[in-house]
């Protein structure tokens, strides 16, 4: 069975950091593309980052661009976002989730964890 | 960036009712758009890839159409288990934006 299990997630000022953790099982997470997707309390979704297998390749939405940075240990089976310079705006829950392939394209976020709430305050 | 566009933002129909939920792009993006559904309290769950391929497992009511700017999702005869907010999203580079979401209830 497939899980994801973020932890991380909390309380922190304006201007803080914070590190998003995401443990992988049941599946091969070497071999999968990895995202980060956040929703504040009673929003829609937004997608924030992507990673490739190997990490040589990352997206990100222009609002976290220089400010949050995705990153993955294969040998670990985890997945890693790092917050910098934490606003208000980035109070959300946030969830990661493998990335489905068909064919030869990356085609949607298949399995997602419970996510992980981010409250940025003072 | 281009921007997804969800239509209605909700809506409220009866069991077993037609139900179509639209998705719109500010530019071409072929087929490369995806479907979930968020139920009340759960995240969310894949339901529709390539703007029309069902993934394993998802009921045959749900179907999927459209290309290039307009797409739609369709719920052939709405049942209880259906109310959720339903998301399009566009995947054919970054970002990968979701639209806003479209809630549908039960009449």
């Known amino acids: 069975e497939v899980q994801l299990v973020e932890s991380g997630g909390g309380l922190v000022q304006p201007g803080g950091s914070l590190r998003l953790s995401c443990a992988a099982s049941?599946?091969?997470?070497?071999?999968?593309?990895m995202s980060w997707v956040r929703q504040a309390p009673g929003k829609g979704l937004e997608w924030v980052a992507n990673?490739?297998?190997?990490?040589?390749?990352?997206y990100y939405v222009d609002s976290v661009k220089g400010r949050f940075t995705i990153s993955r240990d294969n040998a670990k089976n985890s997945l890693y976002l790092q917050m910098n310079s934490l606003r208000a705006e980035d109070t959300a829950v946030y969830y990661c989730?493998?990335?489905?392939?068909?064919?030869?394209?990356?085609?949607?976020?298949?399995?997602w964890g419970q996510g992980t709430l981010v409250t940025v305050s003072s | 960036d281009i921007q997804m566009t969800q239509s209605p933002s909700s809506l409220s129909a009866s069991v077993g009712d037609r139900v179509t939920i639209t998705c719109r792009a500010s530019?071409?993006?072929?087929?490369?758009l995806a479907w979930y559904q968020q139920k009340p309290g759960k995240v969310p769950k894949f339901l529709i890839y390539?703007?029309?391929t069902l993934q394993s497992g998802v009921p045959s009511r749900f179907s999927g159409s459209g290309s290039g700017t307009y797409f739609t999702l369709t719920i052939s005869s709405l049942q209880p288990e259906d109310v959720a907010t339903y998301y399009c999203?566009?995947?054919?580079?970054?970002?990968?934006?979701f639209g806003q979401g479209t809630k549908v209830e039960i009449k």
């Open positions: 989730a493998n990335i489905i392939v068909a064919g030869r394209n990356l085609v949607g976020h298949l399995s």
């Open positions: 049941g599946f091969t997470f070497s071999t999968y593309w």
């Open positions: 990673i490739k297998q190997d990490g040589s390749e990352k």
């Open positions: 530019q071409g993006i072929s087929n490369y």
């Open positions: 390539a703007a029309s």
């Open positions: 999203q566009k995947y054919n580079s970054a970002p990968w934006t």
